[in-house]
Every structure is written in structure tokens, then in C-alpha cells.
């Protein structure tokens, strides 16, 4: 079965830190483009941080540059978000994405989400 | 960065209705746009991509169209499973964004 499933969320304190993964399963996750993108309750869809197939591209969103850090393993068909200074306009629904079709940044798997709230 | 804006917010019609949502960018994107959607409590589900090819297994009642900055998203006869909120995502350039987003109602 194909999926991505991501764990790691839950609540941290203003300025804490937290390490989202993300679990690929039933395909070759090596050759996908990786994304994470991230929904604040009741609001739209954010991209944050994309990931090349080697690791060797990264690229992020303003709002999170200096301050999350994106990674993959592909032995471990894992990929993982490192947040640091997190602030309370981060909490959020984040969700691992990505595709297969080089050169077309759209997202056609996605995983279910994991929640971080960041409250005191 | 592109912004994307999409109209109406919501939108409400009846089983059957013939249902429109637009996406305009704030440059040319080309065609380089892809659509979503998503259902309360549920990940976005991917659509159609290059504006206006339609992912494998999606019903062909839906169908997109446009190019450069106006674009369109039509469900043609729309059913109840269809309820859910509708997004466009940019592609053409980082970095990526969407849509506000478009809620369907019956």
C-alpha cells in the first residue's frame, strides 16, 4: 500500500524545537520530490520546504528559512522536518508531499498530517 | 512570490449544477497549475495538473482550463461526494503557492 504517514507533532512551547518525520511505504521514495507543506486550523494550504530526490536542492518558504531545516534518508525511506524558534503562527496541520514527475512541482501523494500546536 | 487568488469563497449549488471556480495569478504561470481537493478532516487529493489534465482515476464530470493568469476549474454535473473545499497550487516557479481555497456546498 502506498503512504506516506507522519508522526512527530504535538505541543512545544514558544521558541521550542520539534523533529517531524515522515514514513514512506509501498514505493521507491528515492525518487520522489519531497515537500512539506503545512495547514493552520481553518485556514489554506502553506508550502514550507521542498527536498530534491538526491537531497542535493533544497529550497524553503520565507516564513520558516533560518528556522526549519528539511532532510531525507533514503535508506530509511524517511523524510524529516527539523523546526527550531518555533512561534505561535506555527501551529498547524503538517503534511509531507511530493511526486515522482521531475520537473513538475505539484504533489500528487500525500500524507494524513501531523498536528503541532505551539502554545505556553 | 505568485499570488493566487480564487473565487467565489464558497459556493453553493444543487445536485446536478454545472459548477465554476476560478484561480487567477498575479503574473503568467503558462500552464503550469494543478488543482486539489479536500474533504473535512482528509488531505488534499490531487486533480488535475497543467491546468487542465485530469489525474488518473479522478471522474470525468470534473475538468479544468486557462493558461498565463485566469484559470478554471468546472464540475459539470455536481454530486454530493463533490462536497469539499477546492484549491489551485501554482507551479512555475518557487516558491509554490496556493489558492485560498474554494468550499463547495449542496
Known amino acids: 500500500q502506498v503512504q506516506l504517514v507522519e508522526s512527530g507533532g504535538g505541543l512545544v512551547k514558544p521558541g521550542g524545537s520539534l523533529s517531524l518525520s515522515c514514513a514512506a511505504s509501498?514505493?521507491?521514495?528515492?525518487?520522489?520530490?519531497m515537500s512539506w507543506i503545512r495547514q493552520a486550523p481553518g485556514q489554506g494550504l502553506e508550502w514550507l520546504a521542498y527536498?530534491?530526490?538526491?537531497?542535493?536542492?533544497?529550497l524553503y518558504a520565507d516564513s520558516v528559512k533560518g528556522r526549519f531545516t528539511i532532510s531525507r534518508d533514503n535508506t530509511k525511506n524517511t523524510l524529516f522536518l527539523e523546526m527550531n524558534s518555533l512561534k505561535a503562527d506555527d501551529r498547524a496541520l503538517y503534511y509531507c508531499?511530493?511526486?515522482?514527475?521531475?520537473?513538475?512541482?505539484?504533489?500528487?501523494?500525500w500524507g494524513r498530517g501531523t498536528l503541532v500546536t505551539v502554545s505556553s | 512570490d505568485i499570488q493566487m487568488t480564487q473565487s467565489p469563497s464558497t459556493l453553493s449549488a444543487s445536485v446536478g449544477d454545472r459548477v465554476t471556480i476560478t484561480c487567477r495569478a498575479s503574473?503568467?504561470?503558462?500552464?503550469?497549475l494543478a488543482w486539489y481537493q479536500q474533504k473535512p478532516g482528509k488531505a488534499p487529493k490531487f486533480l488535475i495538473y497543467?491546468?487542465?489534465t485530469l489525474q488518473s482515476g479522478v471522474p470525468s464530470r470534473f475538468s479544468g482550463s486557462g493558461s498565463g493568469t485566469e484559470f478554471t476549474l468546472t464540475i459539470s454535473s455536481l454530486q454530493p461526494d463533490d462536497v469539499a473545499t477546492y484549491y489551485c497550487?501554482?507551479?512555475?516557479?518557487?516558491?509554490?503557492?496556493f489558492g485560498g481555497g474554494t468550499k463547495v456546498e449542496i
Open positions: 508531499a511530493g511526486t515522482a514527475v521531475t520537473g513538475d512541482w505539484y504533489f500528487d501523494l
Open positions: 509501498g514505493f521507491n521514495f528515492s525518487a520522489y520530490y
Open positions: 527536498i530534491s530526490r538526491s537531497g542535493k536542492t533544497i
Open positions: 503574473q503568467s504561470i503558462v500552464g503550469w
Open positions: 497543467e491546468a487542465s
Open positions: 497550487q501554482q507551479y512555475n516557479s518557487y516558491p509554490l503557492t
